[in-house]
């Protein structure tokens, strides 16, 4: 997998919108970019993925980049419940072989 | 629909002692993945399964683990002769397809005393 680089941890207020980075300047043609979340004691969450364009459901918004070098994880209002560790993954579906590779991920706090 | 299913969800054995973790995937889902969270740290790939077969097993230690998906029921991860080190959090996934999403279960939190 291409590597992703996220900020260690971020901070923001209840129901306030959360931008959450993500560069990934080595991605290739093939590879998707996939967010997931895990919660405390729970086990990770899928939130959304993109391959160029942006990218919206129920939980959150993707945008993209134009060189897809990076990418940003928009919560539009963020809750108590929204507190939790975010990793941005990249994954080609190109190779069948490969599995989604966590890295440490963004750890969000939500201060009420 | 039920989700990803683990059990036990907590499980508590003595150093020596056999480990045996868990997955019935969700409805409709033929392919499991397991990874290993350790205290504080990232989730680690372990093993990948279809149906009786194991595609990549990669991140398995080479001893005392193994994993199996057989026909008929759940996805078992087995750890013999568990030690300290092995105590953490075991998180089972599926997929419908290879380049499907993975959906999780809520995971099993082993701890060897």
């Given at each position: 997998d291409a590597k992703t680089t996220q900020p260690n941890s971020m901070e923001s207020n209840e129901e306030e919108p959360v931008h959450l980075p993500c560069n990934?300047?080595?991605?290739?043609?093939?590879d998707y970019i996939h967010w997931y979340r895990q919660l405390p004691s729970q086990g990770p969450e899928y939130v959304i993925h993109g391959l160029t364009s942006n990218v919206n459901n129920r939980m959150a918004s993707l945008a993209i980049a134009e060189d897809r070098k990076s990418s940003t994880l928009i919560l539009h209002r963020a809750t108590l419940r929204d507190a939790a560790v975010y990793y941005c993954i990249l994954r080609s579906?190109?190779?069948?072989?490969q599995n989604f590779v966590f890295g440490p991920g963004t750890r969000l706090s939500v201060l009420p | 629909n039920a989700g990803v299913m683990q059990n036990p969800r907590h499980l508590v054995r003595r150093r020596g002692q056999e480990a045996r973790l868990r997955c019935s995937p969700m409805k409709g889902h033929s392919h499991v993945y397991w990874y290993r969270q350790l205290p504080e740290e990232g989730l680690k790939f372990m093993v990948y399964l279809q149906k009786e077969n194991i595609?990549?097993?990669?991140?398995?230690?080479?001893?005392?683990f193994s994993a199996e998906f057989p026909k008929e029921g759940p996805s078992i991860l087995r750890i013999q002769q568990?030690?300290?080190?092995?105590s953490a959090a075991y998180f089972c996934a599926s997929s419908r397809d290879r380049v499907d999403g993975y959906t999780f279960g809520s995971g099993t939190r082993l701890t060897v005393v």
């Open positions: 990934h300047s080595t991605i290739s043609g093939t579906v190109d190779n069948y072989g | 595609i990549d097993e990669s991140g398995m230690p080479k001893e005392r568990v030690v300290r080190g092995d």
